[in-house]
């Protein structure tokens, strides 16, 4: 006895319609007269907007059925259809390549940002203000190094990458102090807070205090004695404690 298993049956090309609207597809092919192709390909676009309601929300949704029609039929199918028949190119047509950026950096812990930073910085005709330029970026590319490195780095180590980057172009004194960076100290906004002590607030503690202090006194009328442990004593006819 011979299975059947899907394996061996012929690929769907279009799975969510399923294997009989594709068994209905290649029986239209096979009719002699297109006016039964015709008929009967209507009844299939039917069913098909039947088990796709989902292509009700596409605008013009007839239109994508019968694209889809043509190609189930693997573009064989010859019906009057209402819209031009799809191109086979056209439906799997491949996408472009994506363009990535292939950047040649030098120190890949300072980034690509860093070079177009100092190059704008080239490009400033006043001196002070390329002077300025350059200690911003001298300040950015420690604060890279420290993002990357998590170790501490000197001034002078520093201003000698900005001046290799720059090509000489940017120099800065060796006792040029840069922005002091640390990332073990949390930064303010993310310290914990604790709430000022105000009339208010010591009131609320006093109040508690004296809550538990007359919980107290009672326990003690009560013959708590604050709740320790009694025990009980048959001969003396009376608790101990």
């Not at 573009?75 to 819209?83: G, N």
């Not at 490009?123 to 350059?134: D, K």
């Not at 993002?147 to 040029?176: A, C, M, R, Y």
Request: a positive charge; proline letters at 7%; charged letters at 25%.
């Amino acid at each position: 006895m011979d299975f059947d298993y899907n394996s061996t049956r012929p690929k769907l090309i279009l799975a969510e319609y399923g294997r009989n609207v594709q068994n209905m597809v290649d029986y239209i092919c096979t009719l002699p007269t297109q006016e039964e192709r015709n008929r009967y390909a209507q009844v299939v676009i039917d069913m098909m907007g039947v088990l796709n309601p989902h292509l009700r929300d596409v605008s013009d949704f007839k239109h994508k059925l019968w694209d889809h029609l043509h190609i189930i039929s693997d573009f064989k199918i010859d019906v009057e259809s209402p819209y031009p028949v799809p191109e086979r190119d056209a439906i799997h047509k491949k996408p472009e390549l994506l363009n990535y950026p292939q950047h040649s950096i030098r120190f890949k812990h300072y980034g690509f940002t860093v070079e177009r930073m100092i190059e704008k910085a080239l490009a400033m005709p006043n001196p002070e203000n390329r002077h300025r330029m350059a200690i911003s970026v001298a300040n950015f590319m420690k604060m890279a190094y420290m993002t990357w490195n998590k170790d501490s780095v000197q001034d002078e180590h520093i201003i000698q990458d900005l001046f290799e980057l720059s090509k000489g172009q940017l120099s800065l004194p060796s006792d040029t102090v840069l922005t002091k960076l640390d990332f073990k100290t949390p930064p303010p906004g993310n310290r914990i807070k604790s709430a000022p002590v105000t009339a208010s607030n010591n009131n609320h503690h006093r109040n508690n205090n004296n809550n538990n202090g007359g919980q107290n006194n009672k326990n003690r009328k009560m013959g708590g004695g604050g709740g320790g442990k009694k025990t009980f004593i048959p001969k003396k006819g009376g608790f101990k404690k």
